[in-house]
T-cell receptor, first 114, second 113 residues
């Protein structure tokens, strides 16, 4: 069974559209994250939720809105997509938000905005 | 979180030990050293972490110098599947604030047949 799964794996869309990426973890973890890896391969954290509560919000445009309907799911909705949003988006989870718990990453969603 | 410095790339022969260095000269007393790797087109994968003592698990060993200003990740018998970018990350561990990973540029390890 996949621990952290994301859908879709690939997403190609046009500028100005609105799209969502879904993430689910079956590890029973309390904390989930979204990371963005750009074309230069830099990985940066975007958001983190702990027990459905937003705890990390790095300087991300407000076109990006995460939503956590329950502990096992963290979705990412992006409005008015721009060319610069093209990247691979990784979801991750950890047992808790504090401490040294390792993070488990999903396979990524490659978003291409044309 | 303290800054880390890693070589951009390294080669290793298959079956030999791969030793990946990391410099973290500004590390604080309560900061841990973490290692993750990212195999091409996959999500990052946790490998190991440590504070002061050397650590070993089924994937690798972590050697931390006595002054804690540098560390080495050792893959004892590298295989082609170990070809990946390896990230050394320093952050506060237990009792720390939020569990936020800050990735640098990492070391691209190429295992050669």
């Amino acid at each position: 069974d996949t621990a952290v799964s994301q859908t879709p794996k690939y997403l190609v869309t046009q500028m100005g559209n609105d799209k969502s990426i879904k993430c689910e973890q079956n590890l029973g973890h309390d904390t989930m994250y979204w990371y963005k890896q750009d074309s230069k391969k830099f990985l940066k954290i975007m958001f983190s939720y702990n027990n459905k509560e937003l705890i990390i919000n790095e300087t991300v445009p407000n076109r990006f809105s995460p939503k956590s309907p329950d502990k096992a799911h963290l979705n990412l909705h992006i409005n008015s997509l721009e060319l610069g949003d093209s990247a691979v988006y990784f979801c991750a989870s950890s047992q808790d938000s504090a401490g040294s718990y390792e993070q488990y990453f999903g396979p990524g969603t490659r978003l291409t905005v044309t | 979180d303290a800054k880390t410095t890693q070589p951009t790339s390294m080669d290793c022969a298959e079956g030999r030990a791969a030793n990946l260095p990391c410099n973290h000269s500004t590390i604080s007393g309560n900061e841990y050293v973490y290692w993750y790797r990212q195999i091409h087109s996959q999500g990052p994968q946790y490998i190991i972490h440590g504070l002061k003592n050397n650590e070993t698990n089924e994937m690798a060993s972590l050697i931390i110098t006595e002054d804690r200003k540098s560390s080495t990740l050792i893959l004892p018998h590298a295989t082609l599947r170990d070809t990946a970018v390896y990230y050394c990350i320093v952050r506060v561990g237990m009792g720390g604030a939020t569990n936020k990973l800050i990735f640098g540029t990492g070391t691209l390890l190429a295992v050669q047949p």
